[in-house]
């Protein structure tokens, strides 16, 4: 086993046992009451309740055009949602085939701004990042390779739902459903995480007006605390085809109990982002072996549906070898289902190396916190894996 990989398994105790979800639960039927009452409980004890859908939404193209050499159609659309009297109106990024029916679309919110993954003039740079440089995270977006393989990608700022701050609530969805005076930081019921994922249901909202897109293949994708993010809105958002959850550590895909010495805990992650969480959840801060569940709870909502979870090998922060162990333990759900989730025999693998099973994957890449090329390629491989079973 290289270095790198044994310190990240190094004093752990192989895969100690963490609170299994299937209590009282012996087939897929049983399954579905037992994950309505786990859905209410991390809604009550973790992350909040998702706003409802809001009562009038529309959708304009700003503009259209060609890109990559006419790989692809670019195509920047106005959002606007309102409730009563009051609106939020913010701007979508969206990329498509320019050939090919019934499409996979991949929808992600990102860190920089729209314009901040793309180089391209055209797109909508609010003033709010004048100080930025178009394209500055650009290496995280390989919208070219995913037009390449035919998947169409759509992407929104994550700061246009929450901003992500402790006064955060002000400017974020939630003012379409509260007053003012009930979004202090004080009100932490109505959490960061739980508008995001209202976000990303308004991506999908989107990518069905669109009849290039195969409804039944929408994956939803996010990276760190938008990885955490993926997970609970595609428990609680069915429509989504299939979750990737990158580099989302604590209080994602990351097993809690006998993490690594170095990686994000309960205290850290609660003490710096209490926008993240509602209150109740901070008493497992320094008790996570307490805890009456693990996020092996949250990941298994997605099943029947697939699952990848991503990990980078110098990210101990994220702890990869619990987010290995958790991609292995949430096949007792899946199995529920006929399939088997990752290979009962498989290994945490080497830097650059993927699992892939029939609806659970796990990957492990070289390098640090991030989205790369690579992981783009092993979300396409697993994708096809999928296509080639269900023939």
């Known amino acids: ?68 050499d006419g790989l692809g159609i670019c195509r920047q659309v106005n959002m606007r949602f309102g409730v009563k009297d009051r609106e939020l109106e913010l701007k979508a990024l969206w990329y498509l085939p320019a050939k090919g029916d019934r499409v ?15 180089f391209d003039p055209d797109i909508y740079q609010p003033a709010s990042e004048a100080d930025k440089e178009r394209g500055w995270q650009v290496r995280r977006w390989s919208y070219q390779y995913l037009l390449e393989q035919g998947i169409s990608c759509l992407t929104a700022a994550r700061n246009d739902f929450f901003p992500d701050s402790e006064a955060g609530r002000y400017g974020s969805v939630f003012r379409l459903f509260h007053k003012e005076a009930e979004l202090t930081p004080e009100h932490r019921e109505y959490t960061a995480i739980s508008a995001w994922a209202w976000g990303y249901s308004r991506l999908l909202d989107l990518a069905l007006t669109d009849p290039r897109i195969d409804e039944r293949r929408v994956w939803v994708h996010g990276h760190s605390r938008l990885g955490k993010t993926a997970l609970w809105v595609g428990a609680h958002d069915l429509r989504f085809a299939g979750v990737v959850s990158n580099d989302s550590g604590c209080c994602g895909a990351s097993i809690e109990r006998d993490h690594h010495a170095n990686a994000e805990n ?5 003490r710096t982002f209490h926008r993240w969480f509602v209150a109740k959840f901070d008493q497992w801060v320094n008790r996570a072996d307490e805890m009456p569940f693990d996020m092996n709870w949250l990941v298994s909502l997605t099943a029947p549906r697939p699952v990848l979870i991503a990990s980078a090998s110098e990210d101990v922060w994220a702890d990869p070898f619990n987010e290995f162990r958790c ?39 070289e390098g640090k916190h991030d989205v790369t090329p690579r992981d783009w390629e092993v979300l396409v491989e697993f994708m096809k894996s999928l296509e080639k079973q269900a023939k």
């Open 1 to 68: 086993m290289a270095e790198e990989q044994m310190d990240l398994v190094a004093g752990r105790s192989g895969m100690p046992k963490v609170p299994s979800v299937l209590e009282g639960v012996k087939t897929a039927a049983d399954w579905q009451a037992r994950r309505r009452r786990i859905l209410g409980y991390l809604e009550e004890e973790m992350y909040g309740r998702i706003p409802p859908r809001p009562e009038r939404m529309s959708f304009s193209v700003d503009w259209e055009k060609p890109v990559f």
């Open 104 to 118: 996979p679309c991949v929808c992600a919110l990102n860190f920089c701004g729209n314009a901040g993954t793309s």
């Open 327 to 365: 991609a292995k333990q949430v096949g007792e759900v899946y199995r529920l289902f006929g399939a088997h989730g990752l290979p009962d025999d498989a290994q945490f693998p080497a830097p650059n190396e993927a699992v892939i099973g029939d609806r659970v994957a796990y990957e492990l890449r």
């Open 266 to 270: 309960l205290e850290r992650i609660t």
